[in-house]
Every structure is written in C-alpha cells, then in structure tokens.
C-alpha cells in the first residue's frame, strides 16, 4: 500500500508522488531532489504537521508509515539548513531557491525587518524578476504584479521603484546575491524556534541556527532575546525525558521543561544537524551522548554532508544547473 503525498514547491507549483508505506522518507526526499535537478540537497527538506499538530521535517532514516498517519499528506519542499551567507553557497539555483523561501518568511511575518530593509529586499526581488527599470515599459502599476512586500502603501511603492532604478545591470543572479547578503543580518535569519518552560514556568522560546543556540523571551513576534551561544561556547546540549540543559564553556547552566519527550528530542536533533552540517569537516558516524556535547537517552546519526563536503563537492563540479524563474504568484 503507498501514501499518495503532494509536495508544495517554493515557486508555488506542486508534485504528486506515490510512495510505498514501508519506504524510508529518503525515497521521497530523492525523487523530490530528483525532480527539481537539485544537487547542493542539504540544505532544504521536506515539512509536514504531524499527528500532534507540530510542524516537523520528513526524517530519512524512518519508514513512510511510521512518521505519517494521514493520508493522503500534504508536504512543503523547505530551507531547513539555512546557508550563513550568500557565499557560503555554490549554485546559483540553490541561492535562487533560499531567496523564495526567504521572501515566504518575510511574506508570511515570520521573519521581521525594519521598513527601509523591506523596501530594499522588494527592490532586488523586482530587479531579479523584471530586471533594469525602462521608462518605457515599466509604468506606474509596474509593481503591483510583483509580490514582495506585506502591508504597503503608495510611499513604499514609491520608494521600492526608486531603488530599483539604482539596481541598474545587475544580473537576476546577482540581485539574489544582495538580497540574501542583507536578509543574513537580520536577527530571525534562518532560526528555528522551540516553545519550553524555564524554571518560573514562564514561556520562552530556545533556538537554533547556522551561528549557535539563543533563548528569547516574549511573545512572537516581538521577541527579546535573553542568551545567545555561539557553538564554540556550547559545551553540552542535554536530553533527558521532557528536560532540557544547555551548558558553556563557562559551565554555565539553563534548564528548560517541554510539553513531552518527543519535542525535547526534536529540538536535540535539530541541533544535532545543525552543529554537524556547520561545524564538522566530516559527519560523525554515530552521535553518541558519552562523546559528543549532545547528550541525552538517545543516539543519533546525522546521514547527510557536511557544508564543507557540499561546498567542495560543488566547486568540483563545477555544475551551474539550468533552471526557469518563475514570476511572483
């Protein structure tokens, strides 16, 4: 028997995959990388919401059946290791594919900017779309069928056309270079986000990314961040049952309570992944919780590259893959 799974892409088309129950989720994951002729695969994944209503990443080491209880499912193709800077990516259709998921997370309020950042993302994604501004060809409406900022007004629009006149030759490729270079800096950039309690039973967030482990306060989305620790200051990141302890270099301690064990161990995981993908030449054969600064009642085995290995994996084959852009929906 086979799950019948859609697949929602970043430039708003879909795919349809019939796939056996008793197949591991990496059989899905390369017939979608297969699909999109995608190489520098990595950096993106496969989200679904589970049986408790959790977003979560499709796991390639699990069967179908064991991760999916709905049929038919429902995916969205997404950056779930989000590169530290445009360099740091080789390909231009993979830089091209973060831009749209990165104009999603603006899109959608889960990345925040100030103004003056908007109006300047919304200029670069018109310069990548309709390219140099023409007098001729670009009236006044020019901009209504680009979809690039949330809640505008006259004066914004206003602003975004000027900008672009100031884009001028560059390349869409080159647009897309200077658009991720300034969504970088911004604090949100490319974190995921875990609701736990701290020792007040207060709810706060801890988060991870490419640069290290945060803990914010407040509520989304204006959060305060209260820690930041880059991972060479993360001595040990622990699990046990609901209970989660962040340790420094310092021997510093935060201790945090999730709602169950299964969350307490996806936000280990996600760490898992992120430190090896980042930090590591090379990914260790197994993650154990003796020898590794992610320790907890569970090992774990990151499967995938490191960035290093796709960064020179890339540059030796030296493969610029063709693709279409496709106008904003």
């Given at each position: 028997?086979?799950?019948?799974?859609?697949?929602?892409?970043?430039?708003?088309?879909?795919?349809?995959?019939?796939?056996?129950?008793?197949?591991?989720?990496?059989?899905?994951?390369?017939?979608?990388?297969?699909?999109?002729?995608?190489?520098?695969?990595?950096?993106?994944?496969?989200?679904?919401?589970?049986?408790?209503?959790?977003?979560?990443?499709?796991?390639?080491?699990?069967?179908?059946?064991?991760?999916?209880?709905?049929?038919?499912?429902?995916?969205?193709?997404?950056?779930?290791?989000?590169?530290?800077?445009?360099?740091?990516?080789?390909?231009?259709?993979?830089?091209?594919?973060?831009?749209?998921?990165?104009?999603?997370?603006?899109?959608?309020?889960?990345?925040?900017?100030?103004?003056?950042?908007?109006?300047?993302?919304?200029?670069?994604?018109?310069?990548?779309?309709?390219?140099?501004?023409?007098?001729?060809?670009?009236?006044?409406?020019?901009?209504?069928?680009?979809?690039?900022?949330?809640?505008?007004?006259?004066?914004?629009?206003?602003?975004?056309?000027?900008?672009?006149?100031?884009?001028k030759g560059l390349t869409p490729a080159q647009a897309d270079y200077k658009f991720l270079d300034r969504a970088c800096r911004l604090e949100m950039y490319g974190v995921h986000l875990f609701p736990v309690l701290d020792r007040k039973d207060r709810i706060v967030y801890v988060a991870v990314s490419w640069a290290g482990l945060a803990v914010y306060g407040g509520k989304f989305p204006d959060l305060v961040r209260r820690l930041g620790l880059p991972w060479r200051w993360v001595s040990q990141i622990i699990f046990e049952n609901k209970k989660l302890k962040l340790c420094d270099i310092e021997e510093s301690k935060w201790c945090f309570g999730c709602k169950t064990r299964h969350e307490c161990k996806r936000f280990w995981k996600m760490c898992a992944e992120h430190h090896t993908f980042f930090r590591r030449r090379v990914p260790q054969k197994r993650i154990s919780p003796v020898l590794s600064i992610l320790r907890g009642s569970s090992y774990y085995s990151y499967s995938g590259r490191t960035q290093h290995q796709v960064i020179e994996d890339s540059l030796q084959n030296g493969y610029q893959a063709e693709f279409v852009r496709t106008p904003s929906q």
């Open positions: 028997m086979a799950f019948l799974c859609r697949v929602d892409l970043l430039d708003s088309s879909y795919l349809t995959v019939e796939i056996e129950k008793r197949e591991k989720g990496s059989a899905l994951l390369d017939h979608v990388f297969k699909a999109l002729n995608l190489s520098e695969t990595e950096y993106f994944g496969l989200k679904f919401t589970d049986s408790n209503n959790q977003p979560r990443f499709l796991s390639g080491d699990k069967t179908m059946k064991k991760q999916l209880k709905d049929v038919p499912c429902t995916f969205k193709f997404a950056v779930k290791l989000y590169p530290p800077s445009p360099g740091s990516i080789v390909e231009d259709y993979t830089r091209y594919l973060v831009c749209l998921q990165v104009r999603r997370d603006l899109l959608n309020g889960w990345l925040t900017c100030p103004v003056d950042a908007a109006m300047l993302f919304g200029s670069l994604v018109v310069q990548a779309e309709v390219g140099d501004y023409d007098q001729e060809k670009h009236h006044e409406s020019y901009l209504a069928a680009v979809g690039f900022l949330k809640n505008y007004n006259a004066h914004m629009l206003q602003t975004v056309s000027e900008l672009h006149h100031t884009h």
